[in-house]
């Protein structure tokens, strides 16, 4: 199985802020890389996917990339709403695995 | 709009069976899969398997094999996970979500998540 692996896995911001969350993959999986928000007792949201393509309606100020094994969320200025957890997902291979998640608290 | 409505919260005692359902609305339900991932309380989502709602065919991640079957009903746009043998560490919210036929690919939308609740 690929193992995928997010860091930092808590961090703490203010609104305005420029953060990223990165997430490796064991082994090569091309672009196929997924970022997902989740928010307390919600269902995940797709952000991104592919790597780097926005969803149809998440905010321009989220954006990924990445290939190969190193890929990165960034939202460029922070939102109240936007305090949630992150998660990665591989879409490279069956079974199809997630990161362990990055929380991403006000300061 | 594109919905994934779950079924609701579920206590079982351990040994028991369940079966969740994913009723799907606002688009061609047969044109698309329905993947199912489980989270455990306070740890990161795990992807059990996938059913082609078009075609039937399924696949299960190995940790999810012998106890957990996926079916769908096209004609009630519904997929079904089943679970059967449960033991407490089964307890976890489960999610659908609506994934391509073709093998990878994302999900979304997701559905609401089907808490299920394995205790003596």
């Known amino acids: 199985d690929i193992q995928m692996t997010q860091s930092p896995s808590s961090l703490s911001a203010s609104v305005g802020d420029r953060v990223s969350i990165t997430c490796r993959a064991s082994q090569s999986i091309s672009s196929d890389l997924n970022w997902y928000q989740q928010k307390p007792g919600k269902a995940p949201k797709l952000l991104i996917y592919a790597a780097s393509r926005l969803q149809s309606g998440v905010p321009s100020r989220f954006s990924g990339s990445g290939s190969g094994t190193d890929f990165t969320l960034t939202i460029s200025s922070l939102q109240p709403e936007d305090f949630a957890t992150y998660y990665c997902?591989?879409?490279?291979?069956?079974?199809?695995?997630f990161g362990q998640g990055s929380t991403l608290e006000i300061k | 709009q594109v919905q994934l409505a779950q079924s609701g919260a579920e206590v079982k005692k351990p040994g028991a069976s369940v079966k969740l359902s994913c009723k799907a609305s606002g688009y061609t339900f047969t044109h698309y899969a329905i993947h199912w991932v489980r989270q455990a309380p306070g740890q990161r989502l795990e992807w059990m398997g996938w059913i082609n709602a078009g075609n039937g065919n399924t696949q299960l991640s190995q940790n999810f094999q012998g106890r957990f079957t996926i079916t769908r009903d096209s004609s009630a746009n519904t997929a079904y996970m089943e679970l059967s043998s449960l033991r407490s560490e089964d307890t976890a919210v489960y999610y659908c979500?609506?994934?391509?036929?073709?093998?990878?690919?994302?999900?979304?939308?997701w559905g609401q998540g089907t808490l299920v609740t394995v205790s003596s």
């Open positions: 979500a609506r994934g391509s036929v073709v093998a990878g690919g994302w999900f979304d939308p």
């Open positions: 997902q591989q879409s490279y291979s069956s079974p199809y695995t």
